[in-house]
């Protein structure tokens, strides 16, 4: 079988690293990305691991000039880009009031508009070539929104809308768009909410785990990441041509209510 090719934004930490562990258990050649210093340390280990071929690129995903070159040299390695996973993402939580315009402009330059310069980069080969997968990683903030995150809902509305049209300009050429809506992840973006909110709440971080950060969810458990990689896997596959213009929840149970 040739290697099907995954470019995945911030894959060097939380969610994308485990997105891209499960891509190269499947053999799919990896474009990691992330800022971790020890992103390169890490994109060899986990291609090593799983006897895959790998490029790393630290590319700042506000820096357009930046991402067209790395799906560039990804192109130039592996002829093609077979699936898009737009993942990077970071968060900022303050009352509009007090909200500093210098992280609105960062969390929609990183969690939005990134993804619509990585989906044009890769978009004229992935037409050529009959076959592409835009993934993108929203939230369940995609869908609902909640106080103090006016920025961070802002852009996962917006990757969700921007996630229908390119489904829909796709369509003809095999391209899909979806995007997967998780609910809280435990990560290192959650892991400072955590303790954020233990402080606030004036509550142990258990406590605070059950009673704030997993209040809207029926199911009291962080989501997997695991979860959110083997949905990614299956949206990736050949036999998902038809599942497209899709936001997923995967949110224990949050969109239910
Ligand atoms: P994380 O902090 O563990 O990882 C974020 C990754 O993005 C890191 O590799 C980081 O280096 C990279 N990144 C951040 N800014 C960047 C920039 N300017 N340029 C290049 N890379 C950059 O966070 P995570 O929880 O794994 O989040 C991944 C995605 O999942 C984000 O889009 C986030 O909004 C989304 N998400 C997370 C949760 C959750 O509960 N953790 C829930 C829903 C959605």
Redo the contacts with the bound molecule.
């Keep these: 079988m040739k290697h099907k090719i995954a470019l995945i934004?911030?894959?060097?930490?939380?969610?994308?690293?485990?997105i891209a562990e499960a891509f190269a258990a499947k053999g799919y050649n990896i474009i990691f990305?992330?800022?971790?210093e020890n992103?390169s340390e890490i994109a060899r280990k986990v291609a090593g691991q799983h006897q895959v071929d790998f490029l790393f690129s630290?590319?700042?995903?506000?820096q357009p000039e930046a991402l067209r070159e790395m799906v560039a040299q990804g192109t130039e390695k592996f002829g093609s880009i077979d699936v898009l996973i737009?993942?990077?993402?970071?968060?900022h939580v303050a009352a509009i009031e007090d909200f500093p315009e210098e992280k609105w402009n960062?969390i929609i330059?990183?969690?939005l508009t990134?993804a619509f310069h990585l989906t044009k980069a890769v978009w004229p080969n992935m037409k050529a070539q009959k076959f592409g997968r835009i993934i993108n990683?929203?939230?369940?903030?995609g869908l609902f929104a909640s106080e103090f995150k006016s920025a961070?809902v802002a852009a996962?509305h917006g990757i969700v809308g921007f996630t229908k049209t390119a489904a829909l300009e796709g369509a003809p050429y095999n391209i899909t768009a979806n995007a997967i809506?998780?609910?809280?992840?435990?990560?290192?973006?959650?892991e400072k909410q955590i303790a954020d909110q233990a402080k606030a709440h004036n509550l142990p971080e258990n406590e605070v785990v059950k009673k704030v950060i997993l209040a809207k969810q029926a199911v009291k458990d962080?989501?997997p990441?695991s979860t959110i990689a083997e949905l990614a896997l299956f949206l990736a596959s050949e036999n998902a041509t038809t599942l497209t213009g899709a936001a997923l929840p995967v949110d224990g149970g949050w969109s239910a209510q």
């Excluded at 934004?9 to 485990?18: A, D, E, Q």
């Excluded at 737009?86 to 968060?91: H, L, W």
């Excluded at 809506?181 to 959650?190: A, D, E, F, H, I």
């Design positions: 934004t911030g894959s060097t930490s939380g969610i994308g690293l485990g990305n992330g800022l971790e992103g630290g590319a700042n995903m506000l737009n993942n990077a993402g970071i968060q960062a330059g990183i969690n990134a990683i929203a939230s369940a903030h961070y996962k809506c998780p609910g809280y992840v435990k990560t290192p973006l959650v962080f989501v990441v």
